[in-house]
């Protein structure tokens, strides 16, 4: 039989004292009480008549001997345990603990270890690993119950206090001799993952199978949804390969990964794949769920292709799945973003005919879908009907889509009635609320109340983000002002707001439109200093600034560059080709490259 290992220096057994420090004095009064009476009043938890007995002492003295005792209970140490860290206000040591949790491991008592264990990531601030790691080696020799209490430990870590911990706590475990489960590895692979960080998922994925920890149908997929969120779907597929030769067969929630995937990747192509892994699945014998085809229409809704959404819909009816709120709105949106909005008013009606309620997401697309076409007046009799009847709980989203709307037609002061309207139904403006109105008024002007915007979205706490700098930087560029508007994208980098490729764009298109193509040039070099490599627009801007002040082989030359990086000339490059080169007899030497676009990017 394990036991607890004891040190040489271990105190002789238990002799609980009274122990009535003289005040001032290091002198003690000793006056013995039986073990029993302890344990008794432990037992039926008589904290009074115990505190006088420990506050003479030492709580961690206690304990101490308690731990050290083969006359208590494991149970009775453990409710002394914890009574005497929330009565003395105490946080016992990472030994004690670990004492503690052998003791629990060797009765058998898991749920109470991760229950302590818990407890112990919370207050233990910082947890040293080999501390922790070096107590259980020391106290037991009961290799099986101590890489139970540690692989606890790593799934403590992971539910309590994020991956950190027990990555480390991963990485160290077999300089100890400690080897991790499933139990843990799998939950801190999931949330290594949420957080997109994709090298760790990688490095503990294939660190478990050198140390033979064969990983499960969960540890495949969870692995798989990693590599397929962060665009690396080869690796994914590669996963997928090695747990059909490992035994594992692929499942709904293995495709739904790499559906997902290939619809978030961005590229020509993608929802082809997606389509096809769909395809793949049925043939396999799996089928496909709901979740599968709302992967799916919204790929397609998102790729401005809501007719194979639709088409999506028809099928998973015909294969006895029910469609949800988000299938419909998923749709809903994509019909609506692409101005078909009497379809999605059909698919409301039709969502509500099946028994399914509209909420504020199918009211909100729809409400967008007026006001991209200008049908503001329907858009507002939607809004008010939702208002006035209260078929759903208005949020944010709802107000800020009408009054972005009113803001880009110019309609200012329908615009504030809305943000207005905000305080009466007690929903709190966001930055996106302010974004709107800041960019209304400056559209029409208006700086200063602009600016007063921006002093109150600050007064309330809101911090401006990518978007609020973005339309300062914009608004400076469009009178002329772009060193304001430098000055300004130093402010958001002071800020800590990262720049993004529509800031840097702005910036570009500001300096093209002065006649100044060169410090446009030096601001892209900054831009490619700070990560962000040029796209599609800033060869477009760049092409355009330099044929309008007539350098045309320069103009050329940009765009044999963006060629041969692999993008594809969209509809404002062949515009500006016409307008601004061949229009003005020059004719382009593209080197071949124009219709050499298999794969090219976007």
Excluded at 483 to 501: F, T
Excluded at 534 to 563: P, R
Aim: net charge positive; glycine share 8%; aromatic share 8%.
């Amino acid at each position: 039989m394990y036991r607890l290992r004891r040190r040489l220096s271990s105190p002789p057994p238990l002799l609980l004292h009274t122990l009535a420090a003289a005040r001032g004095g290091e002198s003690f009064n000793t006056n013995p009480i039986p073990p029993s009476q302890i344990a008794s009043l432990i037992s039926e938890q008589k904290w009074s008549h115990l505190k006088p007995i420990i506050e003479s002492s030492d709580p961690t003295r206690f304990l101490h001997q308690l731990l050290h005792s083969d006359n208590f209970d494991t149970a009775l140490v453990l409710s002394f345990f914890k009574w005497s860290q929330a009565d003395f206000q105490v946080t016992h040591s990472t030994e004690h603990y670990v004492k503690l949790f052998i003791l629990l491991a060797n009765d058998k008592k898991y749920p109470k270890i991760r229950s302590l264990l818990h407890t112990f990531v919370k207050r233990v601030k910082p947890i040293s690993i080999p501390t922790f790691c070096n107590a259980l080696l020391t106290l037991s020799d009961n290799s099986c119950a101590n890489s139970v209490v540690f692989d606890m430990l790593i799934l403590a870590s992971v539910k309590n206090g994020g991956p950190d911990l027990a990555l480390e706590g991963f990485r160290r475990a077999r300089d100890y001799g400690l080897k991790p489960s499933l139990i843990s590895c799998n939950p801190m692979l999931s949330a290594l993952a949420n957080e997109c960080r994709i090298g760790d998922v990688e490095f503990v994925y294939k660190e478990m199978i050198r140390r033979k920890l064969a990983p499960n149908l969960i540890t495949y997929n969870t692995v798989i949804s990693g590599f397929g969120k962060a665009g690396k779907l080869n690796k994914a597929i590669d996963v997928v390969e090695n747990m059909k030769i490992n035994g594992v067969s692929p499942n709904v929630v293995t495709y739904n990964a790499l559906i997902t995937g290939y619809c978030k990747k961005g590229g020509p192509g993608r929802m082809y794949k997606a389509d096809m892994l769909l395809k793949e699945m049925v043939d396999s014998g799996i089928s496909p769920n709901v979740i599968t085809y709302n992967i799916l229409i919204d790929g397609f809704c998102k790729d401005d292709n809501a007719a194979a959404g639709i088409r999506l819909l028809k099928e998973m009816r015909a294969r006895g799945l029910t469609p949800c709120v988000i299938t419909y709105n998923t749709l809903i949106n994509g019909l609506c973003g692409g101005g078909r909005i009497e379809e999605g008013i059909r698919l409301r009606d039709e969502m509500s005919e099946s028994g399914l309620e509209p909420n504020i997401g199918t009211y909100t697309a729809l409400i967008n879908g007026f006001s991209k076409k200008n049908l503001l007046e329907e858009a507002r009799e939607l809004f008010d009907e939702i208002i006035e009847k209260g078929v759903v709980s208005v949020n944010v989203l709802a107000f800020n889509s009408l009054i972005n709307a009113y803001c880009k037609a110019g309609r200012l002061e329908e615009a504030v009635y809305i943000r207005n309207l905000m305080s009466e139904k007690t929903v709190s403006p966001n930055v996106s609320t302010y974004n709107c109105l800041i960019g209304g008024y400056y559209e029409d002007g208006n700086t200063e109340a602009a600016r007063k915007l921006l002093e109150e979205m600050e007064e309330k706490g809101l911090v401006p983000d990518v978007v609020t700098y973005n339309v300062r930087i914009n608004a400076m560029c469009d009178i002329g002002e772009t060193r304001k508007a430098v000055r300004i994208l130093d402010e958001m980098r002071k800020k800590g707001v990262n720049p993004s490729h529509v800031t840097y764009n702005a910036l570009i298109g500001g300096y093209c439109k002065q006649g100044n193509p060169n410090a446009a040039l030096t601001l892209r070099k900054r831009m490619e200093r700070e990560g962000k490599r040029s796209n599609v627009v800033t060869y477009n801007l760049l092409i355009k600034g330099f044929s309008e002040i007539g350098k045309m082989e320069e103009a050329n030359g940009f765009l044999n560059e963006m060629l041969e990086k692999g993008f594809v000339p969209n509809e404002i490059t062949y515009g500006i080709i016409k307008e601004e080169m061949m229009d003005k007899g020059f004719a382009p030497d593209i080197d071949g490259h124009m219709y050499n676009g298999s794969s090219a990017k976007t």
